[in-house]
Structures are given as C-alpha cells and as structure tokens.
C-alpha cells in the first residue's frame, strides 16, 4: 500500500515551490497548521526529513530535493487522469482524425491542434492531408471524424453529413515574382497559354480543377512546397492567398485581362449527422471557422 496520500505530496510540493506554509497554505486554500501536519506526516511515513525548519522559511534537505521532482510528477499524472476522466464523462473521444485539404497551409492546421490541445489535452489527433474523395470516403467508412474540403459548389455537400459552410478565400493566378509575367501590368489567356500551368492534384475533382484549367500543359502537383519551388523554374499556377503567403518563395498575383476580379471557391467543413456535438467536437468547429472567418474577411 502507498505510503503517502496525494494531499501530502500536494503540500510537501506547493510548500517546497512556495517557500512558505503559509503561501501554500493559501494556494490550496488550506489552514497552515493543516499543512504542517500533512507534510510530518509524510515524513514519518517515508522516515525522512524533508525540511529544515530552524529559520524563518522551510529549506529543502538534500533528500527533499531528490523527492521533488517524483511527487510533482505523481501530481502532474494524477491531474491528467482527472482530466481525462472529466473529458469522458463530457463525451470526449480518445481521437479525433481529421482530413484537410491540401490548399490549407500546415502552420494553420498547427494553430488548429495547439487551441485543441489546449482544451482537450487527453485527446489524440489525427491530421490527414487528402483530397475531397479521399476524406469523404473516410468520413463514410467512420475512420475520420472531420473533414476540411473544397466545397463542390452546392449550398447543401453531401447527405448524411453534417456540414459548416466555412466562406470563399480568394484565388488567383500567381507567379514566381522573377517571371516576366509579373512585370506586366495585363495578362492575357493567350499569353498563359504559351507557359506551363502547375495546379495542386487536390483541385482536380473541384469546380476549381475545372474552370481554371488554361494552358495545354497543365502539371499536377501533390504538394503546395513542391508547386512553389517549381514556378521558380517558370509557370503559373491558381492559389488561394491564404496558402500562398506561406510559401518559402515570393509569388506575385497576376492582373488577367479576362476576370473583372480574383475568385473565390468555398471551403467545407463535413461530420457525420449528430443530434447534438459533443463538447470536443463542437470546439473543433469553432477553432475551424474562428480561422476561416479570418482569411475570409
């Protein structure tokens, strides 16, 4: 049987961070004197000295200070079980997935699980790049959770899903600010024809994949890294600025003759239909459409 109570190590430990009984005291909202006696306690139950008390304030003994860091640990392990279990009984999952579209830039979805985290420490999540086929399927087969996609362009995406309809960032058609496109002050179609055109493999089921296609030599990509390294040899490619502006080189948007504006293409977010969310999953929402407010406004 355990020697020592988690009261104890709680005092031992805020007494020892404190430097005082009485601050402790009043941390955990405790009488002194209670203190006291939990921390002798404990000491004739481990038949050390944990203290020196002869002067105004407690100093740790050498056998104190070799204790200390396995009772704060103790602590630390006993406050993450009780989160846990408060997680549980609030209807907390021990992980999540959640599939994003590949336009979405990793420092967001980095954002995204640091304010999860957060709030829900004993979660684990799952973050899976794929395409919008690809995480529907999931979603459908209950292996993910969440799905962050391009929107097919229809107010209402999918049956049997619940969805948040996250707004339209602006694309344009972007190019290496060393190409001598982005000198000029009109671009023609037929002058993006002549050169190659790079488009994430992510858009090709999307009415983005099919509205924007231009030049005949049209070069899918997987990653948005890749993509920009490569309009650095040439090209163009139609981005959403809220991925470009991440990107490691410096792109520059073109002004085309044949679009009054740059365009927008809606972004999704679909969860199989519940009642009601639970707290985690209802946090997941408000983290997702908290950002996409943001790069929409």
Same mark, same amino acid.
């Given at each position: 049987?355990?020697?020592?109570?988690?009261?104890?190590?709680?005092?031992?430990?805020?007494?020892?961070?404190?430097?005082?009984?009485?601050?402790?005291?009043?941390?955990?909202?405790?009488?002194?004197?209670?203190?006291?006696?939990?921390?002798?306690?404990?000491?004739?139950?481990?038949?050390?000295?944990?203290?020196?008390?002869?002067?105004?304030?407690?100093?740790?003994?050498?056998?104190?200070?070799?204790?200390?860091?396995?009772?704060?640990?103790?602590?630390?392990?006993?406050?993450?079980?009780?989160?846990?279990?408060?997680?549980?009984?609030?209807?907390?999952?021990?992980?999540?997935?959640?599939?994003?579209?590949?336009?979405?830039?990793?420092?967001?979805?980095?954002?995204?699980?640091?304010?999860?985290?957060?709030?829900?420490?004993?979660?684990?999540?799952?973050?899976?790049?794929?395409?919008?086929? @690809? $995480?529907?399927?999931?979603?459908? !087969?209950?292996?993910?959770?969440?799905?962050? &996609? #391009?929107?097919?362009?229809?107010?209402? /995406?999918?049956?049997?899903?619940?969805?948040?309809?996250?707004?339209?960032?602006?694309?344009?058609?972007?190019?290496?600010?060393?190409?001598?496109?982005?000198? @000029? $002050?009109?671009?023609?179609?037929? !002058?993006?024809?002549?050169?190659?055109?790079? &488009? #994430?493999?992510?858009?090709?089921?999307? /009415?983005?994949?099919?509205?924007?296609?231009?030049?005949?030599?049209?070069?899918?990509?997987?990653?948005?890294?890749?993509?920009?390294?490569?309009?650095?040899?040439?090209?163009?490619?139609?981005?959403?600025?809220?991925?470009?502006?991440?990107?490691?080189?410096?792109?520059?948007?073109?002004?085309?003759?044949?679009?009054?504006?740059?365009?927008?293409?809606?972004?999704?977010?679909?969860?199989?239909?519940?009642?009601?969310?639970?707290?985690?999953?209802?946090?997941?929402?408000?983290?997702?459409?908290?950002?996409?407010?943001?790069?929409?406004?």
């Amino acid at each position: 049987m355990p020697r020592a109570s988690f009261e104890q190590l709680s005092a031992f430990v805020a007494v020892a961070e404190q430097g005082s009984f009485s601050k402790a005291a009043r941390l955990l909202r405790k009488d002194r004197s209670t203190l006291h006696h939990q921390v002798s306690d404990l000491e004739i139950d481990w038949n050390v000295v944990l203290f020196e008390r002869s002067g105004k304030a407690p100093v740790l003994t050498d056998d104190g200070k070799a204790l200390l860091r396995p009772a704060k640990f103790i602590i630390y392990q006993m406050n993450s079980l009780e989160k846990a279990t408060e997680g549980l009984h609030l209807g907390d999952k021990a992980s999540l997935t959640i599939c994003y579209d590949a336009s979405i830039p990793s420092s967001a979805i980095a954002e995204f699980d640091r304010h999860i985290v957060e709030r829900h420490p004993t979660t684990g999540i799952n973050w899976l790049q794929r395409d919008r086929n @690809q $995480a529907l399927s999931l979603l459908g !087969e209950a292996a993910a959770d969440f799905a962050i &996609t #391009l929107n097919q362009g229809m107010v209402h /995406p999918d049956s049997g899903m619940s969805f948040v309809n996250l707004g339209y960032p602006r694309f344009a058609f972007y190019v290496h600010q060393s190409s001598p496109l982005a000198t @000029q $002050a009109r671009v023609s179609m037929a !002058e993006l024809q002549l050169h190659r055109q790079y &488009t #994430l493999e992510a858009f090709e089921n999307t /009415p983005i994949g099919s509205q924007s296609a231009i030049s005949p030599r049209l070069h899918k990509v997987s990653d948005s890294y890749l993509l920009a390294s490569l309009l650095a040899r040439g090209g163009f490619a139609l981005l959403p600025r809220h991925l470009v502006i991440t990107l490691p080189c410096q792109l520059a948007p073109l002004d085309v003759d044949f679009a009054a504006q740059h365009g927008h293409f809606g972004y999704v977010l679909q969860y199989p239909s519940n009642a009601a969310l639970p707290p985690l999953q209802q946090f997941v929402v408000e983290t997702v459409v908290s950002w996409f407010k943001q790069i929409c406004s």
